[in-house]
T-cell receptor, first 113, second 113 residues
Framework: GAGVSQSPSNKVTEKGKDVELRCDPI?????LYWYRQSLGQGLEFLIY????????KSGLPSDRFSAERTGGSVSTLTIQRTQQEDSAVYLC???????????FGSGTRLTVV | GQQLNQSPQSMFIQEGEDVSMNCTSS?????WLWYKQDPGEGPVLLIA?????ELTSNGRLTAQFGITRKDSFLNISASIPSDVGIYFC?????????????FGKGTKLSVKP
């Protein structure tokens, strides 16, 4: 597509439920990031995919968080047993090679009640 | 790990004023990026800098890659109301940790009351 697409745009879930957030990067982009942004805060790195290399998971805050990228394209970020502190905007970004500027999606606003 | 110090954290602008913000790092980067984020949207790339000492303009925006490779600044000339938002710097080292992209905490531009 023309840009990075994220779905859903908004998600409200009950504490303890699992959620899946989806990112469709720009076609052909090999590098993909997930970031978390709490209200009024900066971007917190979560995970990075680059081509067929093993992902850099060093930013995932706990083992309740996981992400995969199938076929080098679509990525899914899964949060298990959601907690209220997981409420934030989750942003995905992709890049052609990883050496250029990244294009961001509009994010998924997750609210855990 | 690498960290970026972005300042100021926030500032008020009056239409027509020039604005300046900067980022510093304790270690060097190969690339500096400046993004702007509007409410409810993902960050949008404004300027990318690839070479120490490089000075690049994009309309009323001018950014420079510091000669030491540890800092960058962004200037906005003759500000207008639509300049309000959050500006993020990002430093990148291809192949580095965190997937090579480190963000500052942002500078929030608001209109002077």
């Amino acid at each position: 597509g023309a840009g990075v697409s994220q779905s859903p745009s908004n998600k409200v879930t009950e504490k303890g439920k699992d959620v899946e957030l989806r990112c469709d990067p720009i076609s052909g982009h090999t590098a993909l990031y997930w970031y978390r942004q709490s209200l009024g805060q900066g971007l917190e790195f979560l995970i990075y995919f680059q081509g067929n290399s093993a992902p850099d998971k060093s930013g995932l805050p706990s083992d309740r968080f996981s992400a995969e990228r199938t076929g080098g394209s679509v990525s899914t970020l899964t949060i298990q047993r959601t907690q209220q502190e997981d409420s934030a905007v989750y942003l995905c970004a992709s890049s052609l090679t990883g050496g250029n500027g990244y294009t961001f999606g509009s994010g998924t606003r997750l609210t855990v009640v | 790990g690498q960290q970026l110090n972005q300042s100021p954290q926030s500032m008020f602008i009056q239409e027509g004023e020039d604005v300046s913000m900067n980022c510093t790092s304790s270690s060097i980067f190969n690339t500096w990026l400046w993004y702007k984020q509007d409410p409810g949207e993902g960050p949008v790339l404004l300027i990318a800098l690839y070479k120490a000492g490089e000075l690049t303009s994009n309309g009323r925006l001018t950014a420079q890659f510091g000669i030491t490779r540890k800092d960058s600044f962004l200037n906005i000339s003759a500000s207008i109301p639509s300049d309000v938002g959050i500006y993020f710097c990002a430093g990148m080292n291809y192949g580095g940790s965190q997937g090579n992209l480190i963000f500052g905490k942002g500078t929030k531009l608001s209109v002077k009351p």
